[in-house]
């Protein structure tokens, strides 16, 4: 509608309306700005410069980043741990590590706790959550500001299979019954390694599994899935994505509960059929990711044996690495 033609009429009101405008913005945003940083407002972000994302190029051309499912594979150059730390800060998140130190695995709790201190999770909110049946030998490690060690008391078992099965149990249980109400996020490690690099908030998500360094190269075919159609591990030779570490894998606690709890119960029912899945809780944790897609994927620079395998030119850094040990004498 044209309005060219009608006699300009104003009122003494419309004269102070940009005043008052500018007034209220003035205030208000003050206003606003006082309650977002009383309260963390996420839409309060400290100004950083960074080069700028460009579509056209690739972060890394000689792996994969991205999974069919839209989950990213999270390997050297495909982040801003700069961006990632700034966006975990803003939530306040809390991130709970769990590690499970039975009979003589104690003795590699202190190189875990000291190298953790130096790599994972730093500037962040940490609690170490150990479980022992040897609180006693539980060693004192300095600890950085916001960070704290827990020690869980638990039975031992006469077989390591049965120690590392029940895991899943414990890890389920304490999710439950205390992690939901503690922390925002579980990673859960085996304490027979240490981290020799950074490890961040960039693995953190609902879910996330680990690429197993010893397959990331095979074919699904050649995979150590449970192949028995008996066990509730069980996965057909024509199915399968990655093969999954057992030894580091994590996600939001309540996602956590879920996998763990699901591996606990399949665990159970093999037992009363008389059967054990060929790689244990790790064979059941491959069948859960297979049927409940991780929502990143760790690349093999997060589980590492150097000792093994070398140090490849396609890992830019090695994070978190095996300790060269006897598995003989450490296991009996």
């Known amino acids: 509608m044209d309005f060219r033609g009608r006699p300009k009429c104003y009122s003494p009101h419309l004269r102070i309306l940009p005043l008052t405008v500018v007034a209220l913005v003035f205030f208000g945003y003050g206003f606003l700005s006082y309650r977002s940083q009383e309260l963390g407002d996420p839409g309060l972000v400290t100004r950083m410069a960074y080069a700028q994302p460009q579509v056209l190029t690739p972060s890394r051309k000689d792996v994969l980043v991205l999974t069919p499912w839209l989950a990213p594979i999270i390997w050297e150059g495909t982040f801003n741990i700069h961006i990632l730390n700034e966006q975990f800060r803003l939530r306040n998140t809390t991130i709970g590590l769990t590690v499970f130190a039975i009979k003589k695995y104690v003795v590699f709790l202190k190189l875990f706790l000291e190298t953790a201190e130096q790599h994972f999770m730093v500037g962040h909110k940490v609690t170490y959550y150990v479980f022992t049946d040897h609180p006693a030998d539980v060693p004192q490690v300095p600890l950085g500001a916001g960070r704290k060690l827990v020690v869980l008391t638990v039975r031992n ?136 897609k991780p929502t990143k994927v760790l690349s093999p620079e997060y589980m590492w044996d150097q000792q093994m395998l070398g140090w490849p030119s396609i890992m830019k850094k090695l994070r978190y690495v095996a300790v060269p040990k006897n598995h003989q004498e450490i296991r009996n």
């Open 157 to 292: 078992y006469t077989r390591w299979q049965d120690v590392s099965m029940h895991r899943m149990e414990m890890i389920s249980h304490f999710s439950e019954r205390r992690f939901l109400h503690e922390v925002d996020y579980l990673v859960c490690a085996d304490v027979d390694m240490k981290f020799s690099d950074h490890v961040g908030v960039e693995i953190l998500s609902a879910l996330f599994g680990t690429l197993h360094p010893g397959f990331y190269r095979s074919r699904r075919e050649a995979f150590t899935y449970e192949r028995r159609p008996q066990s509730q591990a069980y996965i057909p030779w024509d199915k399968g994505d990655f093969y999954y570490m057992g030894a580091f894998f994590g996600g939001s606690v309540l996602e956590v509960y879920h996998l763990t709890k699901a591996c606990h119960e399949a665990m159970v029912q093999d037992k009363a059929n008389g059967i054990e899945a060929v790689w244990h809780d790790e064979s059941h944790l491959n069948k859960y990711l297979l049927y409940h």
